[in-house]
């Protein structure tokens, strides 16, 4: 009898001692997670920052970092946020920091001895803090430093009553002692429940299986909308019909956003409405102005809304690109307003509502997704005759700070109407912020500051980055036809008609906001400084014709022929020249040898929402070689850090970064190409698409007040 108990009472030890220590090493598990996402969000929080407070790192702007530090201090969970300059002397506190903080901690010291962020945990008065600090700099200056402080105390009081693990715990065989291991294992499958899914993901990633490609966003956005339909709206068609003498061609647009929305279709399936621009669109669609596309392998369907010359003029090169595009992009383009295009951009925005509900017709809550500047009224005029609906805007352009946008004369209208969305979708935090200052400005509305979300007559819209990306054909592994680099450039050389050891590259819309007279400039600089790159270094700027309805456009496919041959005429040779202008619209096919050839690829766009040729130059690296110098203004750069970030008005810095580009050593290259080629390939197009339609499936309806689909 003495012996059982014994037995019994160290097998209930044992047993005990299992789930104690199982605890333990959960709990530790937990305390690790819940201080990486502290950090994670710190860091995130302070980048958002960082660009609204760098210009005011001047005595005359106290005042506007203090109401900065406010406003962001009185966050949840946030104990405040501090501005230091350079030598630890406080320029904005938030109230109610301790004392002590009139002065940098010593995170603010380690930020700015290594600059780059730098974190840590302490205790303040007996609360646990994350202290996150965040070099700030002007014109590449190191000036001051930025601290983000964040209640940390919450870690310490999880336990393990959260539900959350990691990993299954190894058991006794049950039919030794069947009640207390039953609770056990009952205890282990409860904690690793609700971790399920993520452990799978975390098995996925371990595999390098966790890509997001076509199949698994097909498959997520299946569950996300449970079967009902995706509907895109955007001007531009994916495939547009024009004639060429007496037969019918079919044509794919050169548009970012196309190349960005074509494959999510082709996943997904579903429907795009947008403007039929092709002169043989009518007689390819139906009765119904429809059609299934791509012709070849349809996947999904093109709807097509017929616009008139004079709606043409006023809605898209007016209002749109005469307007909305100058005053978004800080290109010192004056944006022109006409009442006339007003009325004319409403009209349209109204046909294409109209062709949108009625496709909506006969489906529940539908999701559909608005693209771009063209319609920013659509939201609102979508969501009073379908509340039921699911709406989110993606704006692919920059949205500038609430003086610039107060430009327009119909600021108001065009933000009541975006707030009709449930969801606003940018690139960047940045333009999310610019975003809700210009709301707080312009309208009466709550603004919840941690959520970044807005309440306006009751309705409650999200304002949230997405960056977009591209899709890298089967994970960008597809080798290339041609064995090397070297061998592509020789033969793109030879059919240039010159010799020459390097090429550089640039591919664009000829648009005022890419920078392509500043490049040039920067190219003709660099081979005054560095004259042993003559008869040696080719560019080859590779410009589509855009908008040439509208004067600056027209004028400057001039100014940039123009250029090129005044620079040409300085330098070139009988069988050299520095610079190559090749005008006109190039395919996909055409622009790819170029990019597995160059150098160097070079976009210095003046202001750009993200600019998908630097991810495009860097998906067809495939060979790890070749470098990218990129643009400040870019959402690009925030992702590709790699590249040779340069200020594109700097000429003196372009061409610095062409020199160091063609003088980087092969393992250098390898290395910062491997980095962003891994950003490129992991946060690609389908990864974009399910977290902008996740976000989306999630928007709790107003049930109460949504409409039945007629």
Known sequence: MRITFRLILSLVVGVTLVALVFSYFQVRQEERRLREETERR???LAESL?????????????????????????????????????????????????????????????AVRTDQGYGQFQTINEKLIHIYALPLHREGILA???VILHDASFISMKRLRTGETSAEVSLPKADLFKPLAQEVVHLAKSLSAARAAAQEEARLREAAESLWTSERLREHVRGKLQGRPLFVVSNREPYMHVRKGNEIAVM???????????????????????????????????ECDKLRVPPDDPHFTLKRVWLTREEEEGYYYGFSNEGLWPLCHIAHTRPTFRAEDW??????????????????????????????????????????????????????????NPEAFGICPWQKELLDALLGADLIGFHIQFHCNNFLETVDRALESRI???????????????????????ALPNDASTPSVESSAEQVRVRL??????????????????????GILERLRGIERFLEKYPVYRQQLTFVELGAPSRTHIKQYHDLVAQVEAEADRINSRFQTKEWKPIIFRKGHHTHEEIQPYYRAADFGLVTSLHDGMNLVAKEYVAARDDEQGVLILSCFTGASRELQDALIVNPYDI?????????????????????????????????????AANLITELSQVQLEKAEAAKPR
């Open 448 to 470: 919840d500051w941690e959520g970044f979300a807005v309440n306006r007559h009751g309705h409650t819209t999200w304002v949230k980055p997405f960056p977009i990306s591209i």
């Open 42 to 44: 710190a860091a995130v």
């Open 493 to 514: 050389f030879k059919e240039l008609g010159v010799k020459a050891s390097y090429l550089g590259v640039g591919v664009d819309r000829i648009d005022y906001t890419k």
């Open 252 to 286: 794919e647009p050169a548009s970012g956003l196309v190349t960005a929305l074509e494959p999510i279709l082709r996943a997904c399936g579903g429907t795009w409405v947008a403007h039929g621009g092709g002169d043989a669109d009518r007689e390819t669609a139906d």
């Open 50 to 110: 960082q660009e609204s407070v760098e210009p005011l790192l001047d005595s005359k702007s106290s005042g506007n970092l203090q109401r900065i530090v406010e406003r962001f201090g009185n966050r949840k969970r946030l104990s405040g946020v501090a501005v230091y300059d350079a030598n630890g002397r406080s320029l904005a506190v938030t109230s109610g920091l301790p004392p002590s903080f009139t002065r940098s901690p010593a995170a603010a010291f380690e």
């Open 343 to 400: 009325s004319d951009y409403q009209a349209v925005n109204l046909k294409f509502a109209e062709s949108i509900l009625e496709e909506l017709e006969g489906t529940e809550e539908p999701c559909v997704l608005i693209q771009d500047y063209h319609f920013a009224l659509l939201p609102q005029l979508i969501k009073q005759r379908r509340p039921d609906a699911r709406v989110a805007i993606f704006w692919h352009i920059p949205w500038p």
């Open 144 to 146: 001051g430093v930025l």
């Open 652 to 688: 003196e810095q372009i061409a610095e970064a062409m020199r160091c580009a063609l003088e980087m050593n092969p393992e250098e290259r390898a290395s910062r190409m491997q980095r962003m080629r891994r950003t490129v390939r992991e946060a690609n197009v389908y990864c974009w």
